[in-house]
């Protein structure tokens, strides 16, 4: 299995045991709404025909299995504070680019202005996730929704990634 961690942080944010594909500057990560802390137990016995179930269990929620996997915390972002976080993370990682891989400078500045314009045109479109440690310097995770509105998926910035394999 192949983790993928923030450069700048340290944080895991996935790895490849969801749907990974690469898309530009991007990593794209498919996921699911999964049910958790719900332990159900078959007595054997028949479900009478006038109880209906309940949808959820006590202690049972619905989360995001990339978000639950990697204890990733949501954030809040408005077009404004976007573009100021944006601004100075793209900075960091161009930095960290220059120093270990400086043929790679040009293609993530051209591929992450492209990304860039894309979210900050549909900014109400997406939901904002931070790494564990909730570092303010480190990679905002970006959930939308593909074409079909229903299923979620995470983009990551490639080049703020870092892969170890474990």
């Known amino acids: 299995m192949i983790i993928y961690s923030d ?3 340290g944080d895991e944010l996935f790895s490849d045991a969801f ?14 709404m999964i049910v958790v802390g719900s332990v159900e137990v078959n007595t054997g016995a028949n ?33 404004k504070s976007y573009t100021v976080y944006i601004k100075g993370y793209l900075k960091a990682v161009m930095a960290a680019l220059q120093e270990k891989s400086p043929e ?7 591929e992450s202005a ?16 931070t790494g564990e440690s909730m570092n303010p310097d480190g990679m905002v995770a970006l959930l939308n929704y593909r074409e079909d509105g229903v299923t979620p998926y995470f983009t990551f ?5 870092k892969s170890m394999k474990v």
């Open 7 to 9: 450069i700048l942080t």
């Open 19 to 32: 749907d990974v594909k690469e898309v530009g500057a991007a990593m794209e990560v498919d996921c699911k």
């Open 47 to 79: 479900a009478s025909a006038e109880e209906t179930e309940e949808a959820l269990e006590d202690g049972a929620e619905t989360v995001n299995n990339v978000v639950y996997a990697h204890r990733l915390h949501a954030t809040v972002f408005d077009k």
């Open 104 to 110: 790679k400078v040009d293609t993530f500045k051209k």
């Open 114 to 129: 492209e990304l860039v314009k894309k979210v900050l045109a549909n900014i109400k479109d997406y939901e904002f996730y």
């Open 157 to 161: 910035f490639k080049d703020g990634l």
